[in-house]
């Protein structure tokens, strides 16, 4: 009895315990959630920094060799500014040996091409020639052609203008005949008058001397007669008076007579002109015949030269005319001959220039022969050229290479290493700059899901009361958790859940710190 007794207890008190059991059991599981859902954000946000890490070595990977080129760029640029002079002489160097190469090859070319050119060049000067020649010769037959069928037409032309020229000569002859004639007629009287004032001023001019010693003769001859009648005077008064008192007489004599005296020499000089007059008239009268004749001989002699004048004019103007005659008549028919080139000068251009066009046409077909046939010899040229350039070039290159392989390499090591080393330092700074505030809100809630349970599993009295918040609180977790899973109440955790408890422990591990 009081076995059955005791068993009846211990199924009571069995039944309570496993009632304890399931809660704390439920209680536990509901902690783990909540501390699976803190790890599981933890786990999520470790993924995210893990993808976050993959991105930028994805983008490190994918940019690298962009920011290797461009230090590689930067690197060649101050090697090329460091070198520059070097391979800019070099290549100067190098385009000088070139060219001198070139040169001596197309001297080459033109030694070995000079007879054949010399050769095609005479042949198209003769050509050239014979053509000009064979144009000459139609333009001279077109010019015979012409002057064939223009001939009498030029000849009727040259002795139309001709009768026209004579006729115009012979009106200006009497045109001028006449204006002489007009001339003399108007000036007759003058030329007269004019010549007899000529011949008298040559008679006064060649009696002049006479008429003076005629006046000279007269002026002495009263100077005596006065001197006399002064003489008988003073015979005559000489007793009475004395001399001074008849010099005073005479003197007041004269001035008052002063008038008189200078009219009465007035009057003398003027019957001595009249007389003067008298005798120039009666020498006009005794030289008139002389005179006349003398002017009618001069005007014979003037009209005789005048007319010697007119003659030899006559003669010049027939010798004018038939020396120009010849002359006159070429430049009347070169001006028809001008008139017919200007009138036919349009066709003549047109003929030239067709035959200037059709010359370059065939000079162009020749052109494009010759080069048809040496195109091949010239690209082949050009080719075997550009591919001993490129040789060369790409041996440059390569020895260049070559000489700066190391140092290229080396550097794109160095950039490498420099751009690991600082995206290490910015990876680290973020993760030092993120990872205490991070590692701070996990902790707060890990520890707050734990300080939870605890007091949960506290509560229930299967907790130690030692224990502290720590990897302790977690494996007493853990085992009250394994110690309800073994009594049957609920399946045990799984590693992944207790690998997390434990990062939860660490959270300096999950942070990467």
Known sequence: MDREASMCGDSCNGGGDRQQRQELAAAARASLLCLGGVMQQHITAAKARAELRKELDAIDAEWRPVIARESLRKELKAIDAQWQHAITFLRISRAIVVSIELSKELKAIDAGWEPVIIHEAQKKKREREERVAQVRRELRAELKAIDAEWEPVIIHEAQKKKREREERVAQVRRELRAEL??????????????????????????????????????????????????????????????RESLRKELDAIDAECR??????????????????????????????????????????????????????????????????????????????????????????????????????????????????????????????????????????????????????????????????????????????????????????????????????LQALGKMDTTSTPGTDLIGVVTTAIATLAAAGMQPAPSTALTSVAAEVATPSTALGV
Do not use: M
């Not at 006479?210 to 002026?219: F, G, H, M, V």
């Open 259 to 456: 008038h008189t005296i200078k009219l009465r020499s007035a009057l003398r000089a003027i019957e001595g002109r009249i007389k003067l007059r008298k005798e120039l008239k009666a020498i006009d009268a005794e030289w008139e015949p002389v005179i006349i004749h003398e002017a009618q001989k001069k005007k014979r002699e003037r009209e005789e030269r005048v007319a010697q004048v007119r003659r030899e004019l006559r003669a010049e103007l027939r010798a004018i005319d038939a020396e120009w005659r010849l002359v006159i008549a070429r430049e009347s028919l070169r001006k028809e001959l001008d008139a017919i080139d200007a009138e036919c000068r349009h066709t003549i251009k047109l003929r030239s220039a067709l035959r200037a066009i059709e010359g370059r046409i065939k000079l162009r077909k020749e052109l494009k022969a010759i080069d048809a046939e040496w195109e091949p010899a010239i690209r082949l040229e050009r080719a075997y050229r550009a591919i001993i350039g490129s040789i060369e070039l790409s041996k440059e290159l390569k020895a260049i290479d070559a000489e700066w392989a190391p140092a290229i390499k080396l550097r794109k090591e160095l950039n490498a290493i420099i751009g690991r080393w600082e995206l290490s330092k910015e990876l680290k700074a973020i993760d030092a700059e993120w990872a205490p505030r991070i590692a701070r809100a996990e902790l707060a809630a890990a520890a707050d899901a734990l300080k939870r349970a605890a007091d949960k």
């Open 181 to 242: 004639r007009a001339i003399d007629a108007e000036w007759r009287l003058v030329i007269a008058r004019e010549s007899l004032r000529k011949e008298l001023d040559a008679i006064d001019a060649e009696c002049r001397h006479t008429i003076k010693l005629r006046s000279a003769l007269r002026a002495i001859e009263g100077r005596i007669k006065l001197r006399k009648e002064l003489k008988a005077i003073d015979a005559e008064w000489e007793p009475v008076i004395a």
